[in-house]
T-cell receptor, first 114, second 116 residues
Framework: EPEVTQTPSHQVTQMGQEVILRCVPI?????FYWYRQILGQKVEFLVS????????KSEIFDDQFSVERPDGSNFTLKIRSTKLEDSAMYFC????????????FGPGTRLTVL | AQKVTQAQTEISVVEKEDVTLDCVYE???????LFWYKQPPSGELVFLIR??????QNEISGRYSWNFQKSTSSFNFTITASQVVDSAVYFC?????????????FGQGTELSVKP
């Protein structure tokens, strides 16, 4: 069964460093998402991406964040200058189409900013 | 504004008991979709069930069942004969049809502990 994959599973970085989180969505899916979950809290929407552009972004997704689909399979989230408060689990998700389609999530990348 | 509320932060039951997880949502959209996801201790988010706003028929799938009531904006989830492997955090989520990006709005989650 196809699944969303994410690498790395755990990333440790120093404050101020750039990180890139990588995702490979399910191959025939067209809509891609990033969410984050601070430890012990709820899952929060960051950004949605369709047709090579951002569809919607949340207030969390400020100028320090960017997303890219550099090729036909990868979907990346870049944080330019990490802050302590960026420490969280980051989930990638994808879905085939609009409407009733279900979003399927990757296993997550745990980002720790020291 | 859209919002999902899961009032139960933690529930503890003994194996084989039935347990119901509550979810109340707010939306101004007339067409929307509701979901339940499970997050086991390993951390991944696992899709469980989905319901469309125009289909209020309640269903049973194995040990899972759900009760969708538009009149009270509730989408409750029941596990029958709970098992230790059901221990996890359960999230209710809402997606509005008018939202082109299709983002999910999650509740705070309910941590279910099933004891042997």
């Amino acid at each position: 069964e196809p699944e969303v994959t994410q690498t790395p599973s755990h990333q440790v970085t120093q404050m101020g460093q750039e990180v890139i989180l990588r995702c490979v969505p399910i191959s025939n899916h067209l809509y891609f998402y990033w969410y984050r979950q601070i430890l012990g809290q709820k899952v929060e929407f960051l950004v949605s991406f369709y047709n090579n552009e951002i569809s919607e972004k949340s207030e969390i997704f400020d100028d320090q964040f960017s997303v890219e689909r550099p090729d036909g399979s990868n979907f990346t989230l870049k944080i330019r200058s990490t802050k302590l408060e960026d420490s969280a689990m980051y989930f990638c998700a994808s879905k085939r189409g609009l409407g009733t389609d279900t979003q399927y999530f990757g296993p997550g990348t745990r980002l720790t900013v020291l | 504004a859209q919002k999902v509320t899961q009032a139960q932060t933690e529930i503890s039951v003994v194996e084989k008991e039935d347990v119901t997880l509550d979810c109340v949502y707010e939306t101004r959209d007339t067409t929307y979709y509701l979901f339940w996801y499970k997050q086991p201790p390993s951390g991944e988010l696992v899709f469980l069930i989905r319901r469309n706003s125009f289909d209020e028929q309640n269903e049973i799938s194995g040990r899972y069942s759900w009760n969708f009531q538009k009149s009270t904006s509730s989408f409750n989830f029941t596990i029958t004969a709970s098992q230790v492997v059901d221990s996890a955090v359960y999230f209710c989520a809402l997606s509005e049809a008018r939202n082109q990006g299709g983002k999910l709005i999650f509740g705070q989650g309910t941590e279910l502990s099933v004891k042997p």
